[in-house]
């Protein structure tokens, strides 16, 4: 009896063309070895001995399986790696995505290597995706940990019935049974490199998690990355948290860029008064003045009686007396401060740059 997963609850933004070219490759591989009329000296040749390791093998190993009872090896590889490995592509992005996966798989490798260099298995080539996914699937494991993944129980061949559990659960449950198998199969020279998957899923999840715990990575949106939520995120909610990663990280370089997107997709959409106004400020110092204005208008049509549009129409006159030369457009918006601030305070700024503005006496 085991459990199949067949599915997730975890939908994509865009299609993963990294993760499918990935099996493609293995399933090409896969059949011109069992075609070559040597499958064992290719196999020898570009599987991974621990006994003889070579670089070139940690990469070639994880694109060879064994042709066993129903191709059952290269099929659950795939399964797994077309299961998760969407869903990291997708939040990753396919650039990073392909060295992740080579890396999980050396990692895999290269635990492996520990455990059997110097005793029974050795001599045995090492092949299989599966370190490489066991990395992908601890990189899911700690990305989404709160989605479900969609399995059937299976009594030998038959199914029993279909049902939903927590990714953490499911995942979780598959480390803790190779964690299991590695360490009561030490030296046995069994034919299944349980550490291989251990050190890809150590690396995998391992390595995210350090990045994530130390805020060398900011995830935005992060909650509900981790429900499985990432792909339904509007937007404006996807600016908002991109705008939050970059006041962390105090880089703003490419707020501008992604706030024009946002008007181009949705022209209405307005942020609340605060963020609203930073993005206006990074725009402004980013020297991105009509981007600023636009942001500072929003602010104004939205927000009229809030006082941070009174700092709103400061802003803008001084971009249009300073930057643009158009002293009306200026003079027109401080003299809407200084009738709209009932405190005074701002009026009281308003007035002083007229005044500059003009060059003339202060105004009363």
């Known amino acids: 009896m085991f459990l199949l997963p067949f599915g997730t609850n975890n939908p994509t933004r865009r299609f993963p063309y990294v993760t499918v070219t990935i099996i493609i490759l293995n399933v090409i591989v896969y059949m011109g070895s069992i075609r070559s009329g040597n499958y064992s000296e290719f196999i020898g040749e570009y599987g991974f001995v621990p006994s003889d390791p070579s670089f070139l093998t940690l990469i070639t190993y994880q694109f060879l399986h064994s042709p066993g009872f129903l191709h059952l090896h290269i099929v659950f590889n795939m399964l797994f790696l077309w299961l998760f490995g969407n869903n990291v592509e997708d939040l990753m992005g396919p650039v990073a995505f392909v060295p992740f996966y080579l890396v999980c798989g050396i990692c895999a ?103 994530i715990a130390t805020r060398a990575v900011i995830v935005p949106n992060f909650d509900k990355v981790k429900r499985g939520e990432y792909a339904n995120i509007s937007r404006e ?81 001084r971009i249009a007396a300073f930057r643009a030369r158009d002293k009306q457009t200026a003079v027109s918006y401080l003299q809407w401060v200084i009738n709209a601030d009932t405190t005074g305070r701002i009026a009281s700024e308003a007035r002083m740059l007229l005044q500059r503005i003009r060059g003339g006496a202060m105004l009363q």
């Open 237 to 317: 909610e996807k600016f908002i948290g991109r705008l939050a990663t970059a006041t962390e990280k105090k880089n703003f370089a490419g707020i501008p860029v992604e706030y024009r997107a946002l008007m181009a997709a949705e022209p209405h959409v307005v942020l609340e008064p605060e963020k609203q106004m930073q993005v206006a400020r990074i725009a402004s110092k980013a020297q991105d003045f009509d981007m600023a204005v636009t942001a500072y208008r929003k602010m104004l049509e939205r927000y009229p009686e809030n006082p941070l549009s009174h700092r709103a129409c400061m802003d803008i006159a």
């Open 109 to 211: 490798g290269l635990l492996h290597w520990a455990s059997t260099s110097m005793g029974a298995g050795a001599d045995v080539p090492m092949i299989g995706a599966s370190g490489a996914v066991f990395g992908i699937t601890g990189a899911y494991f700690v990305l989404f940990p709160r989605s479900s993944v969609r399995v059937i129980l299976i009594f030998i061949i038959f199914p029993i019935v279909s049902f939903q559990l927590p990714a953490l659960f499911f995942i979780g449950l598959q480390f803790a049974r190779e964690v299991y198998y590695g360490l009561s199969t030490i030296g046995a020279g069994v034919g299944v490199a349980h550490w291989a998957h251990i050190g890809g899923f150590g690396f995998g999840a391992g390595i995210l998690y350090l990045l």
